[in-house]
């Protein structure tokens, strides 16, 4: 017998507590396709099973866990999120949304249920290991070609067909899988904040509208090599100078374009300390509310470093359904007014679902600090409390 509401809210949480936690930062480290991701892909299977779930496998590698059979009675109502982190992550994003899913449905008469309500676990939504951020739902969607995925390497050497088959999943099947995508006639994924909008307010849960435009660059910065203690300052070419340059531009262009930027990834050749480096490479990560304008910056830490950036990634805005997304808000509105409704800087599986058309919403729950990514990543009780329920009614809402 599966308790209810917070009692078996706890249980859960404290059921993956001591997963992929590593000692020396407190962090977690929950990478695709390991020992650890395994550990939490049976702990949502037995999840699932425990409340009478049937949990089935897509040929991206994602699980669902379903109510009834969405081919038969479908399409349902999916919740869910992943359980995968990035290195020294916190225990909140991605969890909160798959055991606040479990959670909600513990408190909730199935008998009721008119179509089936789904949880998912995406598969590799940090791209911590591979490299590329939501391959699960985008593989799912045809947005990663099978091909690429299969090829993409860790820092080890081990491709991702090789770590799927130490995981007992099957490479060759990976790819779009239409079938699953149509059971799905709604996501609402539950996602820890990651930023401040909540922070300040009376309200625990607000609703998204939609995901920043966002990509990633890479600037290729060449000199020549030469000796630290003999080289003089008029003869040296040193492209250490320009990722300077490039660093300090992309804090200052992101601030007059209102955007975000970052270099958080540099490698420098030789990278010897009594070397001039023959040529640094980094990588700019650059968002914003306005595809225009995230686009300036990146123009700008361009002519700033003498480069041009090579564009490896790019997904423009992408704002949720916005019935749905008024119909929440207006759902889990307090005291009479509507929930909070925000954007949000990150990328998840719900957007590249709502970009693969499947009306898709998002809800946050409060972060005091906004720190994510982070050991220090927090959300209270309570709040974790009021976005089960909010989760609650949106099944209530959608599904009954
Ligand atoms: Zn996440």
Redesign the pocket.
């Known amino acids: 017998m599966v308790s209810h509401g917070p009692v078996s809210f706890d249980r859960m949480w404290a059921d993956l507590a001591p997963v992929g936690r590593e000692p020396s930062t407190g962090g977690y480290r929950r990478f695709a396709w390991t020992r650890t991701d395994d550990e939490l892909r049976e702990w949502f299977t037995g999840a699932a099973r425990e409340r009478g779930l049937d949990v089935v496998g897509d040929r991206a590698g994602n699980l669902w866990a379903w109510t009834a059979d969405p081919d038969t009675h479908g399409p349902g109502l999916v919740l869910g ?2 359980l995968d982190s990035v290195p020294d992550g916190g225990a909140f ?2 969890p909160l949304g798959v055991v606040s899913a479990f959670a909600a449905l513990d408190g909730l008469d199935r008998a009721a249920f008119r179509r089936p309500v789904g949880i998912a676990c995406f598969a590799d ?1 940090e791209g911590a290991r591979f490299g590329v951020a939501c391959a699960g739902s985008r593989l799912l969607t045809g947005m990663l070609d099978a091909d690429r995925a299969r090829s993409l390497t860790d820092d080890g050497g081990t491709t991702m067909a090789e770590a799927m088959r130490g995981a007992g999943v099957d490479p060759a099947a990976l790819g779009r899988d239409d079938e699953t995508v149509r059971r799905i006639g709604t996501f609402v994924e539950l ?1 820890v904040e990651q930023g401040r909008a909540l922070a300040d307010g009376s309200e625990a849960v607000g609703v998204g509208s939609a995901i920043w435009p966002h990509g990633r660059w890479r600037l290729d910065l060449r000199g020549r090599a030469d000796h630290a203690g003999t080289t003089r300052l008029d003869d040296r070419d040193d492209p250490m100078l320009a990722l300077a340059a490039a660093v300090l531009e992309a804090r200052a262009a992101a601030g007059r374009h209102g955007a975000l930027a970052t270099v958080g990834k540099v490698r420098v050749r030789p990278n010897g300390v009594n070397a001039i480096p023959s040529s640094v490479t980094a990588w700019l990560d650059a968002r914003g509310p306005v595809d225009d304008r995230v686009r300036a910056v990146v123009e700008d830490v361009g002519r700033a470093a003498g480069a041009d950036p090579v564009e490896e990634s790019w997904t423009p805005a992408t704002p949720f359904d916005g019935a749905l997304r008024d119909r929440l808000a207006t759902l889990l509105g307090t005291d009479g007014g509507s929930a909070p409704v925000l954007a949000t800087g990150a990328g ?1 599986d719900a957007g590249v679902l709502a970009a693969a058309g499947v009306p898709t919403a998002m809800l946050f729950v409060r972060n005091p600090t906004g720190v994510s990514h982070s050991p220090e990543e927090h959300a209270e009780a309570d709040d974790c409390r009021a976005g089960v329920a909010a989760l609650a009614r949106v099944v209530a809402e959608l599904a009954c």
Request: glycine letters at 14%; aromatic letters at 0%.
């Open positions: 999120s992943h994003d991605g939504e996602h998840h």
